[in-house]
């Protein structure tokens, strides 16, 4: 720097921030005065950075777990799995995600069908599958109309129509945790199922926190994109059975339409040779 351009400078500098002081009303206040103000505003600042940055760090650790989750998840589904299957699956995914214990997992394949409920206390203590039990009729809405999954467990549902669901499944699940303690996830696939996974509180203190509701989402839709599979795949099995079974028994009507033919023709036979006799 040029000492003369420096000199000339520096007065006019000092003369420009007295102004800049008066026109904030800092002319009257000391340097202490100053220094501990400024010091106030960088801590008050450092803390909003530090609050910020302790909440992305959060989210990034609840991300890093939904995608440990997803890949654990996508690994253990092989291709032909039943529904029984895929719901052990999910229920050990749930429990591995939040600790808590998963009960049983309802399912309707189209709103107008019966509640299936399966039993998911065997897979979530380690069985290969879970066992589902015969379906049940759904109960009613306030307007005594047959409830549907999905408007129970939707966004729009409302608290008598959570509150119906949560008393239906107290009544038809076996070892159903106090209603107090019951959780609900909402599985809503827009292909597949409607289902509700229900569960009790965590066996042990969580050593991580709570994932909320929306961090649980990407799981959550490939859970139900999953039992969607599954469903189709037992319907398709199901399908395909029957077409079997409508083969076979078509098979055995064509067998004793052709020996009732020729029994038929037989008699012709037979009559016509008696006939000829006498």
């Known amino acids: 720097l040029?000492?003369?351009?420096?000199?000339?400078?520096?007065?006019?500098?000092?003369e420009a921030l007295a102004r800049r002081c008066k026109d904030l009303g800092l002319e009257?206040?000391?340097?202490?005065?100053?220094?501990?103000?400024?010091?106030?505003?960088?801590?008050a600042r450092l803390t909003r950075l530090q609050e910020r940055w302790?909440?992305?760090?959060?989210?990034?650790?609840?991300?890093?777990?939904?995608?440990?989750?997803?890949?654990?998840?996508?690994?253990?589904?092989?291709?032909?799995?039943?529904e029984a299957q895929t719901a052990g699956l999910i229920a050990r995914s749930h429990q591995h995600l939040s600790g808590r214990t998963p009960v049983s997992l309802v399912y309707q394949t189209r709103a107008e069908d019966q509640w299936r409920v399966v039993d998911l206390t065997a897979a979530a203590d380690g069985a290969a599958t879970a066992e589902i039990a015969s379906a049940h009729e759904p109960p009613k809405d306030q307007?005594?109309?047959?409830?549907?999954?999905?408007?129970?467990?939707?966004?729009?549902?409302?608290?008598?129509?959570?509150?119906?669901?949560?008393?239906w499944l107290a009544e038809h699940v076996t070892a159903?945790?106090?209603?107090?303690?019951?959780g609900v996830v909402a599985l809503l696939s827009p292909l597949g199922p409607a289902a509700a996974l229900l569960h009790g509180p965590a066996k042990e203190k969580p050593s991580r926190r709570a994932l909320s509701a929306s961090e649980m989402a990407?799981?959550?839709?490939?859970?139900?994109?999953?039992l969607g599979g599954a469903c189709q795949f037992e319907g398709n099995r199901r399908l395909t059975e029957a077409l079997a079974d409508m083969t076979r028994a078509l098979g055995r009507t064509q067998q004793q339409l052709a020996a009732a033919?020729?029994?038929?023709?037989?008699?012709?036979?037979?009559?016509?040779?008696?006939?000829a006799l006498n």
């Open 176 to 182: 159903a945790p106090d209603l107090r303690e019951t």
């Open 143 to 167: 307007r005594g109309r047959p409830m549907s999954i999905r408007d129970a467990c939707g966004p729009e549902a409302d608290l008598g129509e959570t509150v119906i669901l949560l008393t």
């Open 54 to 82: 302790r909440t992305r760090a959060k989210a990034s650790a609840g991300q890093g777990r939904i995608l440990k989750a997803i890949t654990a998840f996508s690994e253990s589904m092989r291709p032909g799995l039943g």
């Open 2 to 14: 040029d000492p003369v351009r420096v000199a000339d400078v520096e007065p006019r500098l000092h």
């Open 218 to 226: 990407p799981v959550v839709t490939v859970w139900a994109s999953a």
């Open 261 to 275: 033919e020729s029994m038929a023709r037989l008699g012709e036979l037979t009559a016509g040779a008696a006939q």
């Open 28 to 43: 009257d206040q000391t340097s202490p005065e100053l220094v501990v103000q400024s010091i106030a505003s960088a801590n």
